[in-house]
């Protein structure tokens, strides 16, 4: 049964959305703008953010549009509390309300409609390949902040952002395709096409199907720095794909819905630049990388889905079966670190790199049969199951300088492969009662089991002689769980707590045979309890919103890097904690403007020291998280003649933070090392046309040398890059940039 739709006033929560556009102008300077009300499925029934009794907030499609917002880092500023360390396009770690410590497991989930993406375990470095997918044609982007163990399980303990697709149409043809030109201070020229289609083939059929093509110039040049190449924007990257979907509804009982996702994101060098290792300042005065041997990153998503209704009158059952690929192929630079070694240990002068493929194979299974409204209470109970396959594969291959051809005279460097298999089973149920008018308790428990495997292989002179470690095996078995009373203190306005428990899965330790005993043949999954209170409302005239949450979270057992008896291990190691405060505002005045901020503040802290390979202290702050971070948007729009124009400005305001833990950085120095704080600035201007639209943007109007993210200057107690510089990520330059919509 679908939720009916109606002209109000989006829900505060969604300030993130409130972008000034035709569908927002007033009839006159006097009255109010309307607009549809947002119904979200973030918990897996069709509702109204003001029912929800959590922080969420949704970024529609037109919304991304508007800012020319293709991918993770476009629309960072239109949610509250939401972070990205990034170094390359495609490899990027997404952090909530600051549950972050580094590693390779993720704590925040993606969602592709249906399909979860991306590895459970920590065997298929999950928490760095977040599926960053291309916005074109998307309905809106729901992002649930705080622990979602009990409807989503494992790795979502700091939140989940899921994309929903638009759904075919079998009411008429719509096509649109839009075209984007770019300009980006010292780098190269960028472009992207869209173009999407929705064809009805009969009543009860429908296909909708999109594609896309985008080229991001590089920026970033190599300039010679110890026999380095001298290269310009040597950072350029390819995205590609397009989806499809086909919908059957022969009646108002049953719909079927096929849907197929391809993309392809082709880096080369990351956006990383050269910087001083204490001020984090970018050196040489511009944007620099020393390259020895080309480095890439290629990034295949592909996902398959198959979602089925059926109303049963009492109830709607729902059957969800999906199949999802990612496929990483890299070779990273390693010649001004280890080249070197290579050479004084045997005579041959010499490149380096690694390369690395990364596979994950994901099967999933949801059956859920959930009340249809008019009860007394709402109710849902489901299964789920999961199957995935994983494989890391690393070799240092060692090349003649100025070519990518493998040196014969050496012995074989390193040759690694780690096989992995994660399967989860999973039950859960959903409550919410309606003890009146006003008063609802949300309740829900989630019980999980996964089981690991894992097997290795390694040789090779780097590889120190490991032996071949197979038959490694872990188990968990762990129980979530939700509480949410709410009170509405009338239509519009309501109060809520929650309580919450998520997970991240343990798994197996990667350890030959032959480790001595007591070295940890697996580590436990890491929990958090999340406590939540929170206020949703808009004013009675419908030109005022805003939600306000605060939070405290307990995080325990965290998993850390550690090294037992001579051997790098995954363990559970100290807790940390997140105290916070988030919230939207929204100000929809006359003649057609609006305003809207977002902001949060975050105190996100170890309780404990961690193991001395990690190097965080009791006290320190969790990395990439700033206490402070702000959003602000204006826009205003006009009617000239039948046409609609518009203006805007963002501003988003990141406060300092932490870097990565950083046990040599922190013993020298007595704290972590410090990103310093930025704010970037855009500005957007266009006309609407009857159906085309015409846009001009500029992002990063002032040219902020924003860091997204830090590593090590040494490896293997060498430097990694020339002049004792650290790579940091960094944010694009100003770009320039104007694009052109038309729909049919």
Known sequence: MKLKRTTLLISSAVGALLTQSAAFAADDGAKVSTVE????????????????????SVVSGEALEIHAATNFSDYLKLVPGLQLVQSTPGQGRLVMRGVN????????????????FGSSSALVNGAVLAGDFDTFDVARIEVLRGPQGTLYGASSMGGLLKFVTNT????????????????????????????????????????????FYRK??????????????????????????????LLFKPNDKFDLRLTAVLQDIKADAPTVVESDPNTLKTKYGRPTLSQFVPAFSDVDYRVYNGVWNYDLGFATFTSSSSFSKLNQTKRDDASFNLSGLIQSVFGARNELYLGQNTNNRKYTQEVRLASNPGAEFDWMVGGYFTDEKGLIHQEYIAVQPGTLTPLTTLPLLANLDLNSRYKEYAGFANATVHLSDRIDVD??????HNKQTASQAAKGVLAGGTPIASNLTSSDNVFTYSLAPKFKLDDRRSIYARVAKGYR??????????????????FDPDTVTSYEAGFKGESADRRFSLDVAAFHIDWKGVQLLTVVNNFGINANGADAKSDGVEFNATARLVGGLTL???????????????SALVGGKKGDQLPFTPKISLGFNGDYSWSIGENQAYVGASLRVMGKQSGAFDATYRTANGKQRQVPSYEVVDFRAGMTFGKVDLEAYVKNAFDADGKTSTAAVTASGLPVYPGGAMGTGVIRPRTIGVSLTAGF
Do not use: H, W
Not at 38 to 50: F, G, P, S, W
Not at 596 to 601: I, R, V
């Open 101 to 116: 410590t580094g590693g390779v497991a993720s704590t925040v989930a993606v969602y592709m409609d249906e399909t979860p």
């Open 37 to 56: 009300e947002i119904v979200v499925t973030a918990q897996k029934r069709e509702q109204t953010l003001i029912d929800i009794p959590q922080a969420i």
């Open 505 to 522: 899965p343990g798994g197996p330790n990667v350890i030959p045979p032959s480790a001595p005993a007591g070295t940890p043949a697996s």
């Open 168 to 211: 075919p149409d079998t009411k008429g043809f719509a096509a649109r395709a839009r075209a984007a030109v770019e300009d980006t201070k010292g780098g190269a020229t960028s472009y992207r096409t869209t173009a999407m289609v929705n064809i009805p083939l009969g009543e009860t059929v429908a296909l909708r199907a999109s594609g």
């Open 596 to 610: 809207s901020a977002n902001g949060a503040y975050t105190d996100a802290k170890l309780s404990g020291d961690t």
């Open 216 to 245: 991001d110039g590089g920026f970033i040049d190599s300039i010679g720095a110890s026999g380095s190449d001298v290269e310009k924007d040597i950072n350029d990257a390819k995205v590609y794909g397009g989806r499809a979907s």
């Open 443 to 448: 309740v829900g428990g989630r019980y999980s």
